[in-house]
């Protein structure tokens, strides 16, 4: 497994802008398809948003599509989640995931996780 861990979140007035990171240990970062979650209080864990292996190829719910942007960097094992247009309802703890799978949007289906950072958007 793959040894992950988030930074960069913190608070942000609504329509602002947040970048977080997700650094990953070991030397098979590129063979892990990586998901970004997130997870607010009293709510399910909520995917917004996945990269392929290569990270040619991204994907987001509607929820956060035109506002998040994943990417990745493969030589220095970190993946990204740009957040622009925050919303109130962005506030959550996010979480970076490693998967298997060549894709996903199921949290089972990705098995290591960081250890979360929080995201608060103040209305």
């Known amino acids: 497994q793959v040894q992950l861990v988030e930074s960069g979140g913190g608070l942000v007035q609504a329509g602002g802008s947040l970048r977080l990171s997700c650094a990953a240990s070991?030397?098979?970062?590129?063979?892990?398809?990586m998901g970004w979650f997130r997870q607010a209080p009293g709510k399910e864990r909520e995917f917004v948003g996945g990269?392929?292996?290569?990270?040619?190829?991204?994907y987001y719910p509607d929820s956060v599509k035109g506002r998040f942007t994943i990417s990745r960097n493969n030589a220095n094992h970190t993946v990204y989640l740009q957040m622009n247009s925050l919303k109130s309802e962005d506030t959550a703890v996010y979480y970076c995931a490693a998967t298997r799978y060549s894709s996903s949007n199921r949290y089972t289906d990705y098995n290591s996780w960081g250890q979360g950072t929080q995201v608060t958007v103040s209305s």
């Open positions: 990269i392929s292996r290569s990270g040619t190829t991204t």
């Open positions: 070991g030397r098979t970062f590129s063979s892990y398809a």
